[in-house]
């Protein structure tokens, strides 16, 4: 074997990255990380509303690094049509966290666990007309080792508590649960009621302190925002702190990498960046781990061309970039108006700080003659209902500069009148929202490729995303936010609403990259080992075919953590 540079490259450093170096610095392989973005620590992350809100401070400009979106539209004959938008006109962010740590660092950290239904969504439901729907090559037992690892090494709080949809589990949660709002025993109360299952949300927040983290401090900033105690389980936090401080791993933060090069035999020859300065580098390694999230991680693999794969890198099955994920589902609100409470319950609703921490999962699975999805005959998969407050003030303001009463309905609010607009907002009510989550299924009109026109400032292509959903992924996410409704009614809420959208969550992505057993439709084996390339491996997100009805972020750190040992026995063998 010719002589390389180290054992393991990493391209990203965030959930899907952030596994492997960490599990290959201890063996004792030599690992390079190379992220685009710079390496920011909890001293760079502070509760600062306008860095966040307005200023989208920790991606880049769009002006230098951006997408192409394609939307479906329809031309006066009612004919549809699909047309790309460039983000730096259209202003819509595609980056989640361009950081070592990736977008870890800004989770919220809902750690819930995939059930054993999500690994075989064909063989429970059957076919949908128009829904690429596969069968994962693994089962749930498999993976349940690497969930309660990812408990263990990354740091979740919670607690379990049996219900109708409880996955089976090898270990109780490593750290109690995170401190709760008083609304938390409010829904447990109106969930009993109405033979609704609350649950305790489990948090990749640490409780108490460990593993040289300090605890969580309930600045009440969680969701987008880097965490200064580094109590969250961010890759960086968590994992990539403690892979450096073994010797055996490096991050080279600002490194921006373009191209995998092949040889004429189609072997991997190393990998090009260009540096902080703009300057380009390579370097080559025996393994190599691209993990940049999904949209990403399929744009490099299709800019990286060569005399073997003139379509793109392990992609000569035409797969790399095809059925792409994105989360289903939709969101809802109620009002708790302050003047039809008590003072103990007004009290208690101001308090800041603490989570919620209550689910349902009482319909991830559906089982209803009432339900009219399509193909379901009253029986689907469904999903998950989270409750959150919006904390974040600014947010919060910044609707009410308009006039909502008969008077000055949607007239823009000056002087005095915005000031009781706005003392309004904030002194009479508050409100509890929901997230559905549900399965966003593979379709044929959502995935990524390269786009003709439009290069970032490198001057290299930026991906092209078709954002197509199925009309099944709407049913279901009205179904369960119907069911949230009621629960917000039990507990005296006004204003109740709810929407379901075909609009993507854009930091819920996954596919692109799908594993399976078949070459001709999957890109990667069961060990996310391309079919084509035998030293490469993706460990993000885009390893899914099926998303399934929960947060990511979990299953991607907890699959990466499976890969990883699968890679250090080929390194083993490799060097033995």
């Given at each position: 074997?010719?002589?390389?540079?180290?054992?393991?490259?990493?391209?990203?450093?965030?959930?899907?990255?952030?596994?492997?170096?960490?599990?290959?610095?201890?063996?004792?392989?030599?690992?390079?990380?190379?992220?685009?973005?710079?390496?920011?620590?909890?001293?760079?992350?502070?509760?600062?509303?306008?860095?966040?809100?307005?200023?989208?401070?920790?991606?880049?400009?769009?002006?230098?690094?951006?997408?192409?979106?394609?939307?479906?539209?329809?031309?006066?004959?009612?004919?549809?049509?699909?047309?790309?938008?460039?983000?730096?006109?259209?202003?819509?962010?595609?980056?989640?966290?361009?950081?070592?740590?990736?977008?870890?660092?800004?989770?919220?950290?809902?750690?819930?666990?995939?059930?054993?239904?999500?690994?075989?969504?064909?063989?429970?439901?059957?076919?949908?007309?128009?829904?690429?729907?596969?069968?994962?090559?693994?089962?749930?037992?498999?993976?349940?080792?690497?969930?309660?690892?990812?408990?263990?090494?990354?740091?979740?709080?919670?607690?379990?508590?049996e219900h109708p949809h409880q996955?089976?589990?090898?270990?109780?949660?490593?750290?109690?649960?995170?401190?709760?709002?008083?609304?938390?025993?409010?829904?447990?109360?109106?969930?009993?009621?109405?033979?609704?299952?609350?649950?305790?949300?489990?948090?990749?927040?640490?409780?108490?302190?460990?593993?040289?983290?300090?605890?969580?401090?309930?600045?009440?900033?969680?969701?987008?925002?880097?965490?200064?105690?580094?109590?969250?389980?961010?890759?960086?936090?968590?994992?990539?702190?403690?892979?450096?401080?073994?010797?055996?791993?490096?991050?080279?933060?600002?490194?921006?990498?373009?191209?995998?090069?092949?040889?004429?035999?189609?072997?991997?020859s190393g990998v090009h960046y260009?540096?902080?300065?703009?300057?380009?580098?390579?370097?080559?390694?025996?393994?190599?781990?691209?993990?940049?999230?999904?949209?990403?991680?399929?744009?490099?693999?299709?800019?990286?061309?060569?005399?073997?794969?003139?379509?793109?890198?392990?992609?000569?099955?035409?797969?790399?970039?095809?059925?792409?994920?994105?989360?289903?589902?939709?969101?809802?609100?109620?009002?708790?108006?302050?003047?039809e409470l008590n003072n103990k319950?007004?009290?208690?609703?101001?308090?800041?700080?603490?989570?919620?921490?209550?689910?349902?999962?009482?319909?991830?699975?559906?089982?209803?003659?009432?339900?009219?999805?399509?193909?379901?005959?009253?029986?689907?998969?469904?999903?998950?209902?989270?409750?959150?407050?919006?904390?974040?003030?600014?947010?919060?303001?910044?609707?009410?500069?308009?006039?909502?009463?008969?008077?000055?309905?949607?007239?823009?609010?000056?002087?005095?009148?915005?000031?009781?607009?706005?003392?309004?907002?904030?002194?009479?009510?508050?409100?509890?929202?929901?997230?559905?989550?549900?399965?966003?299924?593979?379709?044929?009109?959502?995935?990524?490729?390269?786009?003709?026109?439009?290069?970032?400032?490198?001057?290299?292509?930026?991906?092209?995303?078709?954002?197509?959903?199925?009309?099944?992924?709407?049913?279901?996410?009205?179904?369960?936010?119907?069911?949230?409704?009621?629960?917000?009614?039990?507990?005296?809420?006004?204003?109740?609403?709810?929407?379901?959208?075909?609009?993507?969550?854009?930091?819920?992505?996954?596919?692109?990259?799908?594993?399976?057993?078949?070459?001709?439709?999957?890109?990667?084996?069961?060990?996310?080992?391309?079919?084509?390339?035998?030293?490469?491996?993706?460990?993000?997100?885009?390893?899914?075919?099926?998303?399934?009805?929960?947060?990511?972020?979990?299953?991607?750190?907890?699959?990466?953590?499976?890969?990883?040992?699968?890679?250090?026995?080929?390194?083993?063998?490799?060097?033995?």
């Open positions: 074997m010719k002589k390389v540079d180290y054992d393991i490259c990493l391209v990203g450093s965030g959930a899907g990255a952030s596994p492997v170096a960490y599990t290959l610095a201890k063996a004792g392989a030599k690992v390079l990380v190379l992220e685009k973005g710079p390496w920011l620590t909890e001293k760079e992350f502070f509760k600062d509303e306008l860095t966040i809100s307005i200023h989208d401070a920790y991606n880049p400009k769009l002006t230098d690094e951006q997408h192409v979106i394609e939307e479906e539209y329809q031309d006066e004959e009612g004919k549809s049509f699909w047309q790309g938008e460039a983000t730096s006109e259209s202003g819509w962010t595609w980056w989640n966290g361009s950081v070592v740590g990736g977008s870890s660092n800004f989770m919220s950290g809902y750690f819930h666990r995939l059930k054993p239904i999500d690994f075989r969504l064909k063989t429970e439901f059957g076919a949908i007309s128009g829904a690429n729907i596969a069968d994962w090559p693994i089962s749930y037992d498999e993976l349940e080792p690497y969930y309660a690892m990812v408990e263990r090494e990354v740091g979740v709080s919670g607690r379990v508590v996955e089976p589990r090898s270990s109780s949660f490593p750290y109690p649960p995170v401190a709760e709002l008083p609304i938390s025993s409010w829904i447990d109360k109106a969930a009993t009621r109405m033979g609704y299952h609350a649950i305790p949300v489990p948090r990749a927040i640490l409780s108490q302190p460990a593993m040289g983290r300090r605890s969580c401090e309930y600045s009440g900033y969680c969701s987008s925002y880097g965490c200064a105690s580094g109590a969250k389980g961010s890759g960086r936090a968590a994992l990539l702190n403690h892979a450096v401080a073994t010797g055996n791993c490096t991050i080279r933060a600002n490194s921006k990498v373009h191209k995998i090069a092949t040889d004429s035999q189609g072997d991997i260009y540096d902080s300065v703009g300057r380009k580098k390579s370097v080559s390694a025996k393994i190599y781990v691209i993990a940049c999230q999904a949209v990403e991680t399929s744009r490099l693999l299709l800019s990286s061309t060569g005399e073997k794969f003139p379509h793109g890198l392990a992609n000569n099955s035409g797969q790399v970039g095809k059925n792409l994920l994105f989360s289903g589902g939709g969101t809802g609100r109620g009002d708790f108006i302050f003047d319950q007004v009290n208690e609703l101001k308090h800041v700080g603490p989570f919620i921490n209550r689910a349902l999962q009482d319909w991830y699975t559906i089982s209803d003659k009432n339900f009219t999805g399509t193909n379901s005959n009253g029986q689907a998969k469904g999903g998950t209902i989270d409750f959150l407050f919006h904390q974040n003030p600014i947010a919060r303001a910044s609707g009410t500069q308009w006039g909502l009463d008969e008077q000055d309905n949607g007239k823009l609010l000056w002087g005095d009148a915005l000031k009781q607009s706005m003392k309004n907002e904030f002194t009479t009510y508050k409100t509890l929202r929901f997230e559905v989550f549900n399965d966003w299924l593979p379709t044929d009109n959502c995935f990524v490729t390269l786009d003709d026109e439009v290069t970032d400032k490198w001057g290299d292509p930026v991906a092209k995303v078709r954002i197509g959903y199925h009309e099944h992924d709407l049913e279901v996410g009205a179904y369960l936010s119907q069911k949230a409704e009621k629960l917000l009614e039990a507990l005296g809420a006004k204003n109740i609403s709810s929407s379901v959208s075909g609009y993507p969550a854009t930091n819920l992505m996954a596919g692109g990259c799908r594993f399976g057993h078949d070459p001709k439709t999957s890109v990667l084996n069961k060990h996310c080992q391309a079919h084509q390339v035998e030293n490469l491996y993706v460990t993000d997100g885009s390893f899914m075919p099926t998303g399934g009805s929960v947060p990511y972020t979990f299953t991607i750190y907890a699959n990466a953590f499976r890969v990883a040992e699968h890679i250090k026995q080929k390194w083993r063998k490799m060097i033995s």
